[in-house]
């Protein structure tokens, strides 16, 4: 079942006790209560839910939840997120609940503890904000018809959308090696291209350097090989959201995708925002699935399902900013790029998530699904600079007169996600940012 109803936690009225929670601009007021893997300096991680511009540590304040379930405490003890995501939605609403009212504006046990305060809650700004888990496998969908359609017309211009994709959500298998947390600098990666009017290629620093704008979905509790998840039961399998850059080398690409898809080309970097937004705190967020045309086909039975199409989508926007070396150098603030919706893609994650399942394959606790690029109806809604610039053909210009067609070293993309809703507390994803360095020996 797709959670929709909210509770108690979802009451845009709730106050907390942690005053940075009530700034009105937070990404982490009390109705979000993301989780993540937090630590200082030297410290061995924690498990930790963001609050306000502060990080709760679970471990610590564990005792003080009431959980009564032994498996949850040991989780939260042992500061492993895969253990936590392990257990499933039922645990972490349990959880859910049980922080929110730690947190509340009245309740004492943590507010007026001085001392216990001190050691589990921690301004994030003194801590190493980590991937929330160890993430085993790594999937990338392509699950925007407009990305698709865009990108499939720069290569194809009378035929942009090959004939399978209204039926099948398309992916490849990413690297989970190179998946970093915010923050975390993008080396420019060598790799071999060809130009067209060239006949061999040849190897050295990528040219074209893009980013893209992408939700990430993780894996909860997992399937037994051979055991296929249900649409219908596809979101006990999920535990929430992040936002994602799947940084891609265009022209290492072009020169290597073509039979097996994306390789080297996309290996090399992901960046992740490291809070994950729970399913539960999205509840109020959801949207229907994506309004076909009449001319689409009707997913096949095992992708359609009622619950699905009345609220399988996230009603999340995601921005993309940039702010180049000299800006930053000058003061410059950032540039919004683009502005895109989650609720636009095609395939819901429920869907994604089943068919990845369909063949028997085993998801596990941690395994990160990302949604491919956000990209939307009208030109501000792209969700990369190949989209953006039409393969450089129409170049961005900064407010310092620098232009982009793709990114430059010292480059800094932030991806900011936030999901907004008259009568309700607005949520955020908090950052997701890399600079672009040159590459080694170049
Ligand atoms: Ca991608």
Known sequence: MITTETDATHDPARRSWVESAEDPASDFPLQNLPLGRLRRPDEAWRLGVAIGDQALDLGAVAPLLGLADPELERALASGDGNALFALGRPALRALRAAVSALLERDDARLRDDAALRARALLPQAGLELGLPCA?????????????????????????????NYKWIPIGYHGRASSIVPTGTPVVRPHGQTKA?????????????????????????????????????????????????????????????????????????ATTISPWVVTLDALAPFRAPAFARDPGDPRPLPYLDDPDDQRAGAFDVAVECWLASARMRAEGVAPVRLSRGRLA???????????????NGCNLRPGDLLASGTVSGPAKEHRGCLLELTVRGQEPITLPTGEVRRFLQDGDEVTLRGRCERPGLRSIGFGPCAGVVVGAPGA
């Open 344 to 358: 636009d893609m095609y395939w819901s994650f429920g869907q994604m998530l089943a068919h990845h399942a369909s």
């Open 196 to 268: 067209d009017d060239q006949d061999a290629p040849t190897f050295g620093p990528c040219r074209l350097l893009d980013y893209e704008v992408e939700v990430g979905a993780f894996v909860g509790a997992g399937n037994a090989l051979g055991a296929p998840i249900p649409l219908a039961r596809a979101e006990d399998h999920l535990v929430g959201l992040v936002l994602v850059n799947d940084w891609s080398a265009r022209d290492v690409q072009k020169w290597e995708y073509q039979p097996l898809g994306p390789f080297l080309a996309k290996s090399f």
């Open 135 to 163: 993430i085993g496998d790594y999937t990338d969908y392509y699950a925007s018809v407009h990305h698709a359609t865009n990108v499939g017309r720069l290569f194809r211009p009378d035929n942009p959308l090959l004939p």
